[in-house]
T-cell receptor
Framework: GAGVSQSPSNKVTEKGKDVELRCDPI?????LYWYRQSLGQGLEFLIY????????KSGLPSDRFSAERTGGSVSTLTIQRTQQEDSAVYLC???????????????FGEGSRLTVL | GENVEQHPSTLSVQEGDSAVIKCTYS??????FPWYKQELGKRPQLIID?????GEKKDQRIAVTLNKTAKHFSLHITETQPEDSAVYFC??????????????FGKGTMLLVSP
């Protein structure tokens, strides 16, 4: 596609429910990132996928959060047993960088706004 | 891990004035420093970046300076216009050579340009 696509754009859920957020990166981009944006908190790194390498999960805030990337393309971020503090905009970004190359521009999706009641 | 501090959190200027946003980073191995602009309700977009082998880079009304010794970099916007109003994020990464390129962002600066 022309850009990074995320779905759903908005999700309202009840505390304790599981949610799945999807990211479809730009075709050919090997690097994929998930960030969380809360009001006044900037862009908080969650997880990074680079090609076939093991993902960098160091930013995941708890074991309720997990992500996978199938076939080096689409990624799904799963939040189990959602809590009110999980409410935020979840942004996905992709990049054409490869290991050993200079860092490439991140192209962000529009984000998925999650509201946990 | 890397820690990026950004100041100020909000900045109000009159149209035509200059605006300066400052960031510091903690990891001396970081070598790539981009700036992203996020307009209200939009996605962040890259506006300028600098790599550690240069001290300054300009693109029309915006410029970025880097002081590696002090681990400090800044965004300068001259002749500000109302359309410059947005949240600006600085970031740092180890970039090339490390095979590890997570980008750590600052908390952002909301720039308001009044006509």
């Amino acid at each position: 596609g022309a850009g990074v696509s995320q779905s759903p754009s908005n999700k309202v859920t009840e505390k304790g429910k599981d949610v799945e957020l999807r990211c479809d990166p730009i075709s050919g981009h090997t690097a994929l990132y998930w960030y969380r944006q809360s009001l006044g908190q900037g862009l908080e790194f969650l997880i990074y996928f680079q090609g076939n390498s093991a993902p960098d999960k160091s930013g995941l805030p708890s074991d309720r959060f997990s992500a996978e990337r199938t076939g080096g393309s689409v990624s799904t971020l799963t939040i189990q047993r959602t809590q009110q503090e999980d409410s935020a905009v979840y942004l996905c970004a992709s990049s054409s960088q490869r290991q050993g190359f200079l860092f490439g521009e991140l192209f962000f999706g529009e984000g998925s706004r999650l509201t946990v009641l | 891990g890397e820690n990026v501090e950004q100041h100020p959190s909000t900045l109000s200027v009159q149209e035509g004035d200059s605006a300066v946003i400052k960031c510091t980073y903690s990891d001396s191995a970081s070598n790539y420093f981009p700036w992203y602009k996020q307009e209200l309700g939009k996605r962040p977009q890259l506006i300028i970046d600098i790599r550690s082998n240069v001290g300054e880079k300009k693109d029309q009304r915006i410029a970025v300076t880097l002081n590696k010794t002090a681990k400090h970099f800044s965004l300068h916007i001259t002749e500000t216009q109302p359309e410059d109003s947005a949240v600006y994020f600085c970031a740092a990464s180890k970039g090339a050579g490390s095979g590890y390129s997570t980008l750590t962002f600052g908390k952002g600066t909301m720039l308001l340009v009044s006509p």
